[in-house]
């Protein structure tokens, strides 16, 4: 059974919109960790666009789960991220023009800083993972930086509108999981995740984390946070 990951950007993204203080992301963690959330991860972003850094200080004091921080591999954040300690980094791409993250990091491109950054973390005692597309050769140069946990992107999954597509998909994601698993990674999967098309994912056997946010967030609007946690979580629970 997977563990569930809450990501609370988009509480964030709503108060941004008219800058002002609510609604809080630091209440949201809250009623995702009373839903049921096994983890509750936020991405401190170079632009600042949703999470600020009161929010993520803030949340390392509160939050009683693991908490995942996604950064780039950019300097300022990584220096944030090493004087927080979060339980889990999660390195990912940025391009500021995008609307949100659009894919894995190319760790075969920016092998040596990667690596640089990885055994940063490794020696600050925070567990480094990495977020990349299911291909097999991101996969290895993973293994290479000295990662034991990476993130694939679903978001191709997650977009597919065929059946033939998404078979093809799914197939893609599962075999990068058991790719990955014989080089001993853990696996976690994100990115475009619904209560819709999860349980597939979920059934993957090995997949030990699932990191979800705007459809959960979507769903709170109408139903409350902390319900539309527990309904994740029971679809997620194997």
């Known amino acids: 059974m997977p563990h569930?990951?809450?990501?609370?950007?988009?509480?964030?993204?709503?108060r941004e919109a008219r800058?002002?203080?609510e609604p809080d992301p630091v209440w949201a963690a809250m009623l995702a960790e009373l839903g049921g959330a096994d983890g509750i991860t936020l991405h401190l972003r170079e632009?600042?666009?949703?999470i600020q850094d009161r929010d993520l200080r803030v949340m390392r004091e509160t939050v009683q789960v693991k908490m995942n921080l996604e950064i780039a591999i950019a300097e300022p954040v990584v220096q944030i991220a090493l004087e927080t300690k979060p339980h889990?980094?999660?390195?990912?791409?940025?391009?500021?023009?995008?609307v949100t993250t659009e894919g894995g990091l190319?760790?075969?491109?920016?092998?040596d800083r990667i690596a640089e950054v990885v055994d940063r973390f490794k020696n600050a005692g925070i567990e480094p993972s990495l977020f990349i597309d299911p291909d097999l050769a991101q996969i290895e140069a993973a293994v290479n930086v000295g990662v034991g946990a990476i993130e694939l992107h679903t978001g191709q999954y997650?977009?597919?509108?065929?059946?033939?597509?998404i078979e093809n998909e799914f197939d893609t994601l599962l075999e990068a999981a058991n790719y990955a698993q014989q080089k001993n990674l853990l696996v976690?999967?994100?990115?475009?995740l619904t209560y819709r098309?999860?349980?597939?994912?979920?059934e993957i056997e090995g997949v030990q984390e699932l990191n979800i946010g705007h459809s959960i967030v979507a769903r709170a609007i109408m139903v409350g946070f902390e319900k539309a946690v527990r309904e994740m979580k029971e679809l997620v629970t194997i």
Do not use: W
């Not at 569930?4 to 709503?14: C, E, F, K, M, R």
């Not at 632009?47 to 949703?50: A, E, N, T, V, W």
């Not at 190319?106 to 092998?111: P, Q, W």
């Not at 997650?158 to 597509?165: D, L, Q």
């Open 4 to 14: 569930l990951g809450v990501n609370i950007d988009h509480v964030a993204t709503v």
């Open 19 to 21: 800058k002002t203080i």
């Open 47 to 50: 632009d600042r666009r949703h």
């Open 88 to 98: 889990q980094i999660s390195l990912v791409p940025e391009k500021r023009e995008e």
């Open 106 to 111: 190319d760790v075969l491109g920016n092998k």
């Open 158 to 165: 997650a977009e597919a509108k065929t059946p033939g597509e």
């Open 188 to 192: 976690h999967m994100g990115h475009g």
């Open 197 to 202: 098309n999860v349980r597939r994912i979920a």
